[in-house]
């Protein structure tokens, strides 16, 4: 069985970039929460109404942002970071806020590169520790674990009515991940 491979490139996003992480943003919601996340909650979201958020997030210089290209320089993954946004934990100041890949570029590899970059990003700021927050049944919970994260917390949130849990994973000391 051959093994696939793409070739990618990972940069920090632009302002130019907004767009295209929207699109990667509201079809991997729709791919990824599909009979998790109630559907009217996934069809209410837009391409231009998270473009615009987007943009400010890429303009504010304490989150970073990283963008994944393939070969032909199209965005199909990107991750987010920074500082712990809830303040109930202290002991991790920092927190990786999203990944997603399109769903037929992931398994390649792009994953654990887009985790990297934050992971270094926030290493750069003196950050040693960080959080992440996945929804209770998103598969991709095990891709944190497999990276050594360990759970702390779970937090109840509501999103179109449905009751849904949050797992919070804590990473205590992100210099020794590689």
């Not at 944190?144 to 009751?163: F, M, N, P, Q, W």
Request: hydrophobic residues 35%.
């Amino acid at each position: 069985m051959q093994e696939l491979r793409c070739v990618m490139k990972i940069r920090k996003a632009d302002l130019r970039d907004a767009l295209d992480v929207a699109k990667v943003q509201v079809d991997g919601w729709r791919t990824t929460y599909k009979n998790i996340v109630p559907d009217q909650y996934l069809k209410q979201m837009t391409y231009k109404d998270r473009e615009k958020r987007w943009i400010d997030i890429i303009s504010n210089s304490d989150q970073a942002v990283f963008v994944a290209e393939d070969e032909s320089g199209k965005i199909i993954g990107f991750s987010s970071g920074g500082d712990e946004r809830t303040g109930k934990y202290p002991q991790y100041p920092g927190e990786l806020y999203a990944i997603y890949i399109l769903a037929e570029h992931q398994r390649r590899g792009m994953g654990k590169k887009l985790f990297n970059s934050v992971v270094e990003s926030l290493k750069q700021k003196g950050i040693s520790a960080m959080t992440v927050f996945v929804l209770e049944d998103n598969k991709s919970r095990l891709f944190y674990e497999h990276l050594g994260a360990r759970k702390i917390d779970t937090v109840g949130i509501e999103l179109s009515g449905k009751k849904l849990n949050e797992l919070v994973y804590g990473w205590e000391d992100i210099t020794e991940i590689s």
